[in-house]
């Protein structure tokens, strides 16, 4: 007798695929019913959710109330603390944005020196040493059309005669 015959490994693995077959169905099922239970909870918090959320406003009111008598608080301290973590992070915001526009122009002169770009002040100091430039100019255009215009005293020669 062949030692495989009573084996019953063809049972096994058909037994294996049942039982993969089932736990896959159950695996399939249960995912299914997760995905309805989302969308269940989905269609009950839109149709419940200010109510909910009402009624979560409502309770930790009542927790703050109950907490205010027993340390004997008059004024909510929640306030005060929320009113200076404000404060801070605006602070520290502001402070965090300063930081940043110093670095932004301090990169962008780099970029604009290494480029050779002229400062304001540079282009000012230029713009008036043209302006004097042109007015030096003016002055000697000036003096040199009233030269020519003018005739020197005893240049005046006679017709036909010869320099």
């Known amino acids: 007798m062949n030692r495989y015959e009573n084996d019953d490994r063809r049972d096994d693995d058909a037994g294996f ?8 169905r159950k695996l399939s099922d249960s995912a299914q ?11 009950r918090a839109q149709a419940e959710g200010g109510r909910f ?20 608080e008059q004024e909510p301290g929640w306030r005060d603390n929320v ?12 402070g965090t944005w300063d930081k940043v526009n110093k670095a932004f122009d301090d990169q962008v002169q780099g970029v604009l020196k290494r480029l050779h770009v002229p400062t304001a002040d540079q282009v000012t100091a230029l713009e008036a040493r043209i302006d004097a430039l042109t007015a030096r100019l003016a002055k000697l255009e000036h003096r040199a059309s009233t030269d020519v215009d003018a005739p020197s005293p005893g240049s005046h020669q006679s017709p036909g005669s010869t320099p």
């Open 53 to 72: 959320f009402d009624g979560l406003v409502k309770e930790g009111e009542a927790w703050e109330a109950r907490r205010r008598e027993r340390s004997g």
């Open 83 to 94: 009113e200076h973590s404000l404060d801070e992070a605006r602070e520290k915001a502001s």
């Open 17 to 24: 695929g049942d039982q993969a077959e089932r736990f896959s």
């Open 33 to 43: 019913q997760v995905w309805l239970a989302g969308l269940g909870a989905l269609g």
